[in-house]
């Protein structure tokens, strides 16, 4: 089977990005993005479909088995993991670009330091460390399931990296932790719920069916409002009534 990849290049930073497509002709049925990526930059001399010599294309991959989420990127226009995006299912020409939510670094290689620097300003790696219970819920299990990958994000109309909200990267490890966590540091943890999650959020679940993970994000999302917003809520119309 034969494809053409377009790739939309950048060498650094700095200059401007430029397509360039290279034939890749997969042995294996199951063939994805990630084995034609690996397979042109073993090449012994990278040449372009004009013959012109290329550099090796730079994206990022870790585990190959959709666990890391580090291959993220845009293939056909969507969001999704380079290797668990089978050739056979793209098409004869397939566009490969990177993450547009961030900012690139090269070819198809992004800076999404924006997703932690949130999950820090939440302090869910603190609270992570510290007060969670031992036997972890459903929706606490399935809430750990996320990649971090970012392909919601690049789909999601309200996250802008930089900006205040973390959109469904941050609100998974957040539900995460509303769930499992008692005692001391759930209010604060419940309030940048609240901050960083539920007053930017449209509700638009245009993330619903982007997620590589499988996560049912609108369940999960749906779980921590009820604990962060509405619960809360309640309880202060209850107070109102008592006074
Ligand atoms: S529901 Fe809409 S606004 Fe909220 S995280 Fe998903 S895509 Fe973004
Ligand atoms: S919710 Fe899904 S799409 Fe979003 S960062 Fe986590 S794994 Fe990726
Ligand atoms: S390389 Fe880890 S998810 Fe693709």
Redesign the pocket.
Known sequence: MKTELRILRRRSREEEPFWQSFIYEAEDANAAVSTALNALNSREELTDTEGRRADPIRWECSCLQKKCGACAMVINGRPALACDSKLSGLGPVVTLGPLRKFPVIADLITDRSAMREVLREMKIFLRAQTEVSESMTDIAYEASGCLQCGC?LE?????CTGGKFG??AA?LPAGRLIEEMDGEGREELLKEYRKRVYEG???????RDICPAGLD?EKL?VNSNAAAVWKALDFLRKKRHEV
């Not at 789909?155 to 996250?159: A, L």
Request: proline share 6%; with cysteine.
């Open positions: 919601c789909i999601c109309p309200n996250f959109g469904m609100a959020c449209g509700k638009s679940l245009a993330c994000v999302m």
